[in-house]
């Protein structure tokens, strides 16, 4: 029979790491979080099961541990139970998630509050690890919370019992297409569940070649962002929940997990920021991160980093992304000393391009594509992701009010994507469009992956033919012999064809996405691929960025919507959707009518009503007003401008 060892190490015994850089830890950053309101004993079993009940036909074993070195385990039979009973010390929702192996079917993981079940979910039969979450459950002080597994017809392993407030927001979706309902309810509580609760224990640089990490620390303001068997999050997978987490209400987690990022791209990391950092908001993980100079470093990530800052202050109107030295100065470095100390190799004339060496990750790779093996001294994805992060630093600093820098960069993301188009990619289309230079100069075409789709989904591709022969090539490569292996590369694409749009083919995607998260992922130590933290992350995101086409911004308490519903789907909606302090129900009718209602705030919106095409007339509230077209990227839209008071619903309608 096999028997199973939990998660990643909570091994008091074991010293706190140092951290393996000091120059990251910046004093002036906030103090560590106080100790969790709902605290587990050794919930990676690594203490041997301390805290934990055991009944006859249990115990914990060391032969086949999800993460660490132990796991505990249910032998087959009826009346077995493994149990920790903990105390709230506070008021607070919870999920609660474990790994969880089975050699058959009939067992039980419950929930118990007081003593009466509240969540309770009966096992599959399913011999590799999957990850289970129950709640939420809401608690008071002094409240008592019993997870339990129960035995059933096969073996039970368990590990990594997990903890997770539940998320500040809770937006729900209604269809007349129950599949996109389904998919939004599963990715929305899934997401949720990798959700740290600040002030826990957990172990430090845990990964595949120390399972127990190096020592323990105290996790701070985070998610999960990247292979659930590490103690971290990385950049790349941050930045691409980053929206899926604001849709979410995580705004805490976006800015901190931002913050750590940008305190770590220091004159030493040459404006670098470290590729992951652990669950504490301080230390790097360590298997990404061997000195100041040898540690994994990707062009894309910190232009990617300032672009997603861009966007949380959208989503959440904190002023911090504006005031927060650290924050700030990371902008700067990135858009102004990062691109002069990385550009040489290539002459690019006037404008500047941030560059790779060509040597592979630990030396700064261009591309987010790590499986090819082209010497790339400039990539695709890290030239689009530069005209975002130069677009989103003249966004930023015309909020802030400095109008010379807003301009500046303004212009330097125009000349970027000017001499894009017309020099760096020339005029190719489809597989002929250049995607990349090597070290030697040479112009890649063909398919790259990242290289090849972050072109599109950046924007940085001129609209017109161009631009959607590219988006057909881009399709009918992921579709054939070029898709990649993993799912969490595949997540993009819903994005690149929304960006284009494409409804209906970033519906297939999503559609695909979904209906993969039952099937083992390619690594088998990260479960199924719906155990990968970007696919319910990037899912909700897509679902309301990308079908429902919201753009928010909370500090200017402005809200821009464009339906972008796919073929059969005659209406979507969502509720509980919070962009800064307010909370709005949105429906769109095809693409001829969205209805807003301003559920709950203090301050009026301006919604800007976007609908594809030139229409004749539209109608507010039954109104007729005159229709005003824009074009934007190359597309033309009826746009109405209306004032929505909190309590108010307002019906736009064009014909």
């Given at each position: 029979m096999t028997r199973s060892r939990t998660t990643l190490l909570l091994a008091a015994a074991l010293a706190f790491l140092a951290p393996l850089a000091t120059a990251h830890a910046d004093p002036a950053r906030p103090s560590a979080p106080a100790p969790a309101l709902l605290a587990v004993t050794d919930p990676g079993f690594e203490q041997g099961g301390a805290g934990w009940e055991f009944t006859r036909g249990t115990g914990v074993a060391v032969n086949n541990p999800h993460a660490g070195s132990r796991l505990a385990y249910l032998d087959a039979g009826s009346g077995m139970t493994v149990s920790q009973t903990v105390t709230a010390t506070g008021h607070g929702s919870y999920l609660v998630s474990a790994w969880i192996a089975t050699g058959g079917p009939g067992g039980r993981y419950v929930l118990r509050v007081n003593g009466a079940d509240v969540?309770?979910?009966?096992?599959?039969?399913?011999?590799?690890?999957?990850?289970?979450?129950?709640?939420?459950?809401?608690?008071?002080?002094?409240?008592?919370?019993?997870?339990?597994?129960?035995s059933g017809q096969g073996w039970i392993n368990v590990d990594d019992v997990m903890v997770s407030p539940a998320t500040p927001a809770d937006p729900r979706v209604s269809s007349s297409d129950p599949e996109i309902a389904a998919m939004f309810d599963w990715a929305k509580s899934k997401a949720g569940s990798w959700v740290h609760l600040p002030g826990t224990q957990g172990p430090l640089n845990a990964d595949e070649r120390q399972t127990g990490g190096t020592g323990t620390g105290v996790y701070a303001p985070s998610y999960w962002a990247g292979y659930a068997n590490r103690s971290g999050y990385y950049s790349r997978d941050a930045a691409h929940q980053l929206a899926g987490a604001g849709v979410l209400g995580l705004h805490a987690e976006n800015r901190e997990m931002l913050r750590a990022f940008a305190a770590s791209a220091t004159a030493g990391h040459a404006y670098y920021p470290v590729w992951a950092l652990n669950f504490d908001n301080r230390t790097p993980l360590s298997i990404d991160y061997r000195s100041p100079s040898l540690f994994v470093r990707e062009v894309p990530a910190p232009f990617e980093l300032v672009q997603k800052a861009e966007e949380a202050y959208r989503w959440s109107g904190d002023p911090a992304y504006l005031d927060d030295p650290a924050l700030w100065e990371f902008?700067?470095?990135?858009?102004?000393?990062?691109?002069?100390?990385h550009d040489g190799q290539k002459d690019n004339g006037p404008v500047k391009v941030a560059e790779g060496t060509g040597r592979g990750i630990f030396q700064g790779t261009a591309s987010y594509n790590e499986q090819s093996d082209e010497p790339l001294t400039e990539a695709g994805d890290a030239i689009g992701s530069q005209y975002q992060a130069y677009r989103a630093m003249a966004a930023l600093a015309r909020a802030k009010g400095d109008r010379a820098t807003a301009d500046l960069f303004g212009r330097r993301a125009r000349d970027l994507k000017a001499y894009f188009n017309s020099t760096w990619s020339g005029t190719g289309s489809g597989a002929d469009m250049v995607r990349g230079y090597t070290t030697?100069?040479?112009?890649?075409?063909?398919?790259?992956?990242?290289?090849?789709?972050?072109?599109?989904?950046?924007?940085?591709?001129?609209?017109?033919?161009?631009?959607?022969?590219?988006?057909?090539?881009?399709?009918?490569?992921?579709?054939?012999?070029?898709?990649?292996?993993?799912?969490?590369?595949?997540?993009?694409?819903?994005?690149?064809?929304?960006?284009g749009n494409r409804p209906d083919t970033a519906w297939k995607w999503m559609r695909h996405i979904y209906a993969q998260k039952d099937v083992q992922h390619v690594n088998s130590r990260q479960g199924t691929n719906g155990d990968y933290p970007e696919v319910s992350f990037t899912l909700v995101a897509q679902t309301v960025q990308g079908l429902m086409g919201v753009t928010p911004n909370a500090p200017a308490h402005t809200l821009t919507t464009q339906p972008r519903l796919p073929s059969g789907m005659d209406w979507l909606s969502v509720e509980d959707l919070r962009i800064g302090d307010s909370a709005f129900t949105l429906r769109h009718d095809e693409d001829?009518?969205?209805?807003?209602?301003?559920?709950?705030?203090?301050?009026?919106?301006?919604?800007?009503?976007?609908?594809?095409?030139?229409?004749?007339?539209?109608?507010?509230?039954?109104?007729?007003?005159?229709?005003?077209?824009?074009?934007?990227?190359?597309?033309?839209?009826?746009?109405?401008?209306?004032?929505?008071?909190?309590?108010?619903?307002?019906?736009?309608?064009?014909?």
């Open positions: 969540a309770a979910r009966t096992l599959p039969a399913a011999a590799n690890y999957r990850r289970h979450t129950l709640g939420g459950v809401t608690l008071a002080p002094g409240d008592r919370l019993e997870i339990a597994f129960e902008y700067r470095h990135t858009t102004e000393e990062f691109v002069a100390l030697d100069g040479r112009a890649l075409t063909g398919w790259g992956k990242e290289n090849s789709w972050f072109m599109p989904m950046k924007g940085i591709i001129a609209p017109g033919a161009r631009r959607e022969a590219y988006l057909d090539y881009v399709d009918a490569q992921a579709e054939g012999d070029g898709r990649p292996d993993n799912i969490e590369a595949l997540t993009y694409l819903p994005d690149t064809f929304f960006a001829r009518r969205s209805t807003l209602t301003h559920t709950t705030g203090t301050t009026a919106y301006t919604w800007e009503a976007r609908f594809p095409g030139a229409h004749t007339a539209v109608t507010v509230d039954g109104v007729r007003r005159p229709a005003r077209t824009e074009v934007v990227d190359g597309v033309t839209y009826t746009v109405v401008r209306t004032h929505v008071a909190p309590g108010r619903t307002v019906t736009v309608e064009v014909r």
